[in-house]
């Protein structure tokens, strides 16, 4: 479990009240890495609270906020109009009035509210940032990179979850070199390896009876999904026989059927949707493929080395050279290139040794990326605000 410092606050100190915002309760990397720092400060010297813009869906793991965290939200809906801005914008005022520190817990609609706020309160925002905003704004309209750079300098300090992903948005945004702070992100490895522990869902089992590569993440672009699914039939043409299993849902689960269709590997290629305990899949795969074209640093890429999951993954900005310190405690391979995602997923699948010395390496690195850190780190920011 991670570590609570749990010494004692002097009686006269009242506990900081930090307000985290998020747009809602996902089931992505993001959602994961705000929770963590949750459950991680001490509630000895921290009072948290969570605001949403919409309520947090059943399906939703809404058990990942710790009961010490109170919880809030602007809508009982699901669906978002811009009609709603207003009143998410007076719920939010509402909460931060009660606040000592606000923190915009993810980029875009919930840092403006937090932003603006913070502005009207005279509260001190905290941003974070989980991409790498030099890939990631190609791939956005222009009005997001607008946002970043009208909304963060004004924040009074900003959180990148890696060095990678901070140089990327100092490159774009103009911040003072005060105001940027990096705190890597951080799983609670104890809590995935339990969760890993659970027996596969009876659906996964026959899929289990050949060696599974699996990925985990959202079925959008920036996941390169289409590439793992073309490295696959790949492996599967140079003999490897394996299954590939792509946990996550997103609008481009009809694209990709078609593909693994129209490559005739739609009978090896499973794509089950959400699954809320990835972790006891990844723990019993052969091998876990990361294929994005950017990422930040990804939260499912440690869990991945805290279950010490064989990894391969793309070298993409920014994240997975950061985490693996460039191929040390796992297989890199450039982005877009189908045929060297094969081969080297194909070596690991076929080559017992060499996965368990990936497996090997993968548990030490997960042990150098220490939660202890990094948690102190998030205090001593918020105290010092």
Not at 197 to 224: D, F, M, N, S
């Amino acid at each position: 479990m991670l570590a609570q410092r749990m010494d004692e606050a002097p009686e006269a100190t009242p506990k900081k009240r930090v307000l985290f915002n998020l747009v809602f309760l996902g089931s992505g990397g993001i959602e994961r890495s705000v929770c963590n720092v949750l459950s991680g400060l001490n509630p000895v010297r921290f009072a948290t609270r969570i605001f949403f813009h919409h309520r947090p869906h059943p399906k939703s793991q809404s058990d990942r906020i710790p009961q010490h965290t109170e919880v809030a939200w602007g809508t009982d809906e699901f669906v978002y109009n811009r009609k709603m801005l207003p009143r998410f914008f007076w719920r939010q005022l509402q909460e931060a009035r009660d606040a000592d520190v606000i923190v915009a817990g993810q980029e875009g609609r919930a840092a403006l509210l937090a932003c603006l706020a913070g502005k009207m309160l005279g509260k001190p925002v905290v941003g974070m940032i989980h991409f790498d905003w030099g890939a990631f704004s190609r791939e956005q309209p222009k009005r997001q990179l607008w946002g970043l750079r009208l909304l963060y300098p004004r924040m009074s300090r900003i959180v990148a979850c890696g060095h990678d992903s901070a140089k990327a948005f100092q490159a774009l945004v103009p911040v003072r070199h005060d105001q940027l702070v990096v705190i890597p992100n951080f799983v609670d490895g104890d809590k995935v390896r339990a969760a890993s522990e659970q027996p596969l869902p009876e659906w996964a089992e026959p899929i289990y009876r050949k060696p599974v590569v699996i990925a985990v993440g959202r079925l959008e672009h920036q996941k390169a999904f289409d590439v793992l699914i073309r490295s696959h039939a790949r492996m599967k043409e140079a003999g490897v026989d394996h299954h590939l299993l792509i946990v996550g849902e997103g609008s481009l689960e009809a694209e990709l059927r078609e593909l693994a269709k129209s490559l005739g590997v739609e009978s090896s290629v499973f794509m089950p949707g959400f699954q809320p305990n990835p972790h006891a899949l990844m723990r019993r795969a052969a091998a876990f493929a990361m294929s994005s074209r950017f990422e930040g640093l990804p939260m499912v890429l440690l869990e991945a080395l805290a279950l010490g999951c064989p990894v391969v993954s793309t070298d993409c900005p920014s994240g997975p050279a950061e985490v693996l310190e460039h191929g040390r405690h796992g297989v890199m391979v450039p982005m877009e290139d189908p045929q060297a995602l094969a081969d080297a997923l194909g070596r690991v699948v076929s080559d017992d040794a060499w996965r368990k010395d990936l497996s090997a390496r993968a548990r030490a690195r997960s042990e150098e990326l220490s939660a202890d850190r990094a948690l102190s780190a998030w205090e001593s920011l918020l105290s010092s605000l």
